[in-house]
């Protein structure tokens, strides 16, 4: 971005409003590609969306003002949408005791790639510029690099992968195992019993707020490291690689910990309470599902019951996970602790 910023001229502000701009079009993009996704299939969204992409990265070396280096930024933050694609994909193809795990693993491994980047684009410019090329016209074939990147992994992911494990959208749909698209079943529908749930909503601001300004430092990190520190460009962009390098673990990490929470363990801390009443509820969750209560609003709705991997529940009593609040006296509360330590070994409660 230095390099690009003294070729066209551009002042701060331009420069942040090209990062806002290839940040901001990506909510409507993702909008557009997650319909796209129930419609076609990840396979085909994701060729798709790859192979148009690697336009505008390709041409972008064509820009000669702020206009059209804007535009250009405007058409290379769309790709960003890939990500819905991903979590998509991930989430038909991975069963749900790994689904976690695997969901951030792929979200991470793509924030790796744009940490990948910041250290390998200025080796490719300086490469380019060891053949004897100004920094003028390096800059502008070294987007060509990506681009073409790019486009053969579109090819790739269209050659290798399946929509689903049982096969594509169109084969499922000729078979009569997934709904046809039509007014009952269609975008529209899915879009809007989506924007009603108010959970929908509460990630939306989480996200943005977490997600949002990780995407603007790595926008911004490499050319502030550049200017404030006076250093060269391949140091500059390995320093603010390391931000998404951190992805290498970092995701994958929380994955797993996430994934190893389970009512279990947890159900007698009052801090799991709330979490598992509000963002539960309803919901069955990596091998967990509400009690029947939890169904028809009574008093106990959070409390939880184990499935096993053939989908059957253990026999346990409402209220069987839950430890008793403080020691007590008699037979009753003797009886308590044997209900809690048979439905943790998976047996009947009596």
């Given at each position: 971005m230095a390099v690009v910023r003294d070729d066209l001229g551009l002042t701060k502000t331009q420069i942040g409003n090209t990062i806002i701009a290839s940040v901001?079009?990506?909510?409507?993009?993702?909008?557009?590609?997650?319909?796209?996704?129930?419609?076609?299939?990840?396979?085909k969204a994701y060729t798709w969306l790859l192979c148009l992409g690697s336009l505008p990265v390709m041409s972008i070396g064509l820009a000669d003002s702020f206009e059209s280096f804007l535009l250009a930024r405007l058409a290379i933050g769309a790709i960003g949408a890939s990500f819905v694609i991903t979590q998509y994909?991930?989430?038909?193809?991975?069963?749900?005791?790994?689904?976690?795990?695997?969901?951030?693993t792929t979200a991470g491994w793509g924030?790796?790639?744009?940490?990948?980047?910041?250290?390998?684009?200025?080796?490719?410019?300086?490469?380019?510029?060891?053949?004897?090329?100004?920094?003028?016209?390096g800059w502008r074939l070294a987007m060509v690099v990506p681009g073409i990147v790019l486009f053969l992994t579109g090819l790739a992911y269209y050659r290798f992968t399946q929509d689903a494990?049982?096969?594509?959208?169109?084969?499922?749909?000729?078979?009569?195992?997934?709904?046809?698209?039509?007014?009952?079943?269609?975008?529209?529908?899915?879009?809007?019993?989506?924007?009603?749930?108010?959970?929908?909503?509460?990630?939306?601001?989480?996200?943005?707020?977490c997600f949002g300004v990780e995407l603007t430092i790595n926008n911004i990190?490499?050319?502030?490291?550049?200017?404030?520190?006076?250093?060269?460009?391949?140091?500059?962009?390995?320093?603010?690689?390391?931000?998404?390098?951190?992805?290498?673990?970092?995701?994958?990490?929380?994955?797993?910990v996430l994934g190893s929470v389970r009512p279990r363990s947890a159900a007698s801390r009052g801090g799991y309470v709330a979490v598992r009443r509000?963002?539960?509820?309803?919901?069955?969750?990596?091998?967990?599902?509400?009690?029947?209560?939890?169904?028809?609003?009574h008093r106990h709705h959070a409390d939880l019951q184990p499935v096993r991997a053939d989908g059957r529940r253990r026999h346990l009593r409402r209220g069987a996970l839950r430890q008793p609040?403080?020691?007590?006296?008699?037979?009753?509360?003797?009886?308590?602790?044997?209900?809690?330590?048979?439905?943790?070994?998976g047996l009947p409660v009596p």
């Open positions: 901001a079009i990506t909510v409507i993009v993702r909008l557009a590609i997650g319909l796209l996704c129930e419609r076609i299939g990840p396979r994909h991930t989430s038909v193809m991975f069963a749900p005791n790994v689904v976690g795990t695997a969901n951030a924030n790796l790639g744009g940490g990948t980047t910041q250290i390998l684009m200025p080796l490719v410019f300086s490469g380019i510029l060891m053949l004897g090329v100004s920094e003028t016209l494990p049982d096969g594509n959208f169109s084969e499922l749909r000729a078979r009569g195992e997934l709904p046809p698209v039509d007014r009952d079943n269609g975008a529209g529908q899915s879009f809007m019993a989506a924007i009603k749930d108010v959970r929908v909503w509460a990630l939306f601001v989480v996200y943005a707020a990190a490499a050319i502030y490291f550049f200017d404030q520190f006076d250093l060269d460009l391949a140091t500059a962009g390995l320093i603010a690689g390391l931000f998404g390098l951190m992805n290498l673990f970092a995701r994958t990490l929380g994955g797993r509000h963002a539960v509820r309803g919901y069955r969750a990596d091998g967990l599902r509400p009690d029947a209560d939890a169904r028809r609003g609040a403080r020691p007590g006296r008699g037979g009753r509360y003797r009886r308590r602790r044997r209900q809690c330590g048979r439905g943790r070994r």
